[in-house]
């Protein structure tokens, strides 16, 4: 009883979640509701959190785990038990796998029934743990702010990853008092704890600083682990202060301008072919950097690896690690260059081969840009896709890319000019990650409008969320290469089909002339259908400028794609 004799107000399980989470600054949430999260998802909503409804936990999730690359901030997703917890493991195993801040509340049974074959069961902390840096079960509603706290500060801590917190359903229907409720929040922010990130050790920079200084042909690459510690402005520092080349990961381009003089993207396989140090900055050394191991690096390349990862050092086991913060490091090291300044010049012989390598390349792909080919194949309607987006300056929208050549020849063709405006298939090349990424970059970036160029294939995964881009009038264009099927439908060969199913469809083959625009006019979106230049310019530029959901379904001549896997880099 307080002081005026009235009884605390009551305050349930699914408050209280929404309370603390509230507390620990989250604003937007993903999800799908149903039995028993339903009251969460309404409970946060009341206190001021955007929650985002999908059709389908998968693209929830990997709208929540791109929504932590954008922000800096774990994504947060929200599902039901059993299936809508393993449907959501899809998103949590891809922020696992490219290291970005994410956290899943799942409900799960009655801890009473489990173990007899209760509605929806599943050991549910068992099926996120090779996922996931940390998980959490609360086992009673007094343990619920730490469990939250506990489960985004572990996200967001070190390198960034999947965290998970487990909420049975009679702990979701537990009570205690507003006063106690409060308290309970209290208590578990004040106990909060992040270690800190160490400094790198002065000696260790000073050996670094020396490497480069005396390297004839260094290179700087960086990636998505650059961008999301918001390093642009110290990479662009560090570029411009010692006139050193850069090359970016697919997902680490825009940090600096794709059009910046030192970019070394079009002479790629001279750059790593040859250059004899590497300054690897927020990227590991994985299959997209061809692990770091000849043929496609010299043998006596010596790598300069920046992580915050330990782990990651101790694998690649480079010429010299630096630990810590991407940012900091390159704060440290650009005041210890500009205290002794170098650069190496225009005419340098390093500089002068990538820079004539680079226009050797830009020259013959605009070549080919320049042709307008119908049917089109894949760098007429590129290269129109990138012209209507060069023409909306900045703020410059977030491109999304998915597919298997529609992503291989978007990444050659279309610029990115600022940071965090490229997302794709990433560290995993998972398909499936469209309109999520979409949703995601819509909700984080407000400002910005949203371009996504699909292959019909990636579109299909995903495609019932336009509805939700249409529901929630989310500025985003969709633009899908519609080639008939995976690379382009039917390519057997005559001895190939055969058998008693040969009269099938081939495998990689679609329905011919599917019209994906109809799909989002039946929610009250826009669809184009466009097999020309000028109806395509005309799409742009009406969609671009309403700013509202729209789908573009673009017919390609079937036979321009060819099977796409492992990055294929012929410059």
Avoid at 422 to 433: H, I, N, Q, S
Avoid at 438 to 461: K, N
Avoid at 501 to 513: C, E, H, I, L, R
Wanted: net charge negative.
């Amino acid at each position: 009883m307080g002081e005026s004799g009235e009884k605390s107000a009551i305050v349930d399980c699914n408050l209280l979640v929404a309370k603390a989470l509230v507390r620990a600054g989250i604003d937007r949430m993903f999800g799908v509701v149903g039995i028993p999260v339903t009251s969460l998802a309404n409970c946060a909503v009341a206190l001021g959190i955007r929650f985002i409804a999908f059709h389908n936990e998968q693209s929830a999730g990997y709208a929540a785990s791109a929504y932590g690359y954008l922000t800096g901030r774990p994504g947060v997703l929200l599902t039901v038990s059993g299936p809508g917890c393993v449907h959501g493991l899809a998103g949590l195993s891809n922020a696992a796998i490219n290291a970005w801040p994410m956290v899943m509340i799942s409900g799960s049974c009655d801890q009473k029934d489990f173990g007899r074959g209760d509605f929806q069961e599943l050991d549910q902390i068992g099926a996120v743990k090779p996922f996931v840096k940390f998980s959490v079960k609360a086992k009673h509603i007094n343990e619920i702010p730490n469990a939250v706290f506990s489960v985004l500060d572990h996200a967001g801590s070190g390198r960034p990853g999947g965290c998970y917190l487990d909420i049975p359903t009679d702990v979701l229907h537990q009570t205690v008092t507003e006063s106690d409720a409060n308290k309970l929040v209290d208590e578990a922010e004040s106990s909060r704890k992040i270690d800190p990130i160490k400094d790198v050790t002065k000696d260790k920079i000073e050996k670094a600083i020396s490497l480069i200084r005396k390297a004839e042909r260094p290179l700087i690459v960086f990636g998505k682990g650059a961008a999301i510690a918001r390093a642009e402005s110290e990479l662009q520092d560090l570029v411009e202060k010692t006139g050193i080349p850069f090359l970016p990961t697919p997902m680490g381009k825009g940090l600096l301008p794709d059009s910046h003089d030192l970019a070394a993207t079009a002479a790629r396989s001279l750059a790593i072919g040859t250059c004899d140090v590497a300054i690897v900055i927020g990227a590991r050394l994985n299959w997209l950097l061809h692990f770091g191991e000849p043929p496609k690096w010299s043998k006596d390349v010596k790598f300069i690896l920046i992580d915050i990862d330990e782990e990651e050092i101790s694998l690649r086991k480079p010429y010299l690690g630096l630990i810590g913060d991407a940012k900091r490091i390159l704060q440290v090291l650009n005041k210890e260059i500009k205290d002794d300044p170098f650069c190496l010049g225009r005419s340098h012989p390093w500089i002068e081969s990538i820079t004539n390598k680079v226009k050797e390349h830009v020259s013959r792909m605009e070549e080919e840009l320049a042709k307008d080919v119908v049917p089109f194949n894949f760098l007429t309607p590129m290269r129109i896709i990138r012209e209507a987006i060069a023409g909306l300056g900045s703020p410059a929208p977030i491109l999304v890319s998915e597919g298997a050549n529609t992503m291989d020849v978007g990444r050659s063709v279309l610029v990115q000019m600022e940071p965090r405006t490229r997302l794709d298939a990433g560290t995993w090349g998972t398909m499936g990650v469209g309109l999520g990424y979409c949703i995601a970059a819509a909700i984080a970036s407000p400002d910005r409008l949203v371009v996504a160029v699909e292959g019909d294939s990636g579109f299909g995964f995903s495609a019932m969320e336009v509805e939700t881009l249409v529901r929630y009038g989310l500025a985003v264009v969709v633009i899908v290469f519609n080639n008939g099927g995976v690379y382009g439908g039917d390519r057997r060969c005559p001895e190939e089909i055969t058998g008693p199913y040969k009269d099938d469809p081939a495998p990689t083959s679609f329905v011919p002339g599917a019209a994906y625009h109809v799909l989002i006019e039946a929610f009250g979106g826009k669809g184009y259908l466009v097999g020309t230049p000028e109806e395509l310019k005309s799409a742009l530029t009406e969609s671009f400028s309403a700013r509202k959901p729209a789908v573009i379904n673009v017919t390609i001549d079937p036979y321009a794609g060819a099977e796409s896997g492992r990055m294929q880099h012929k410059n």
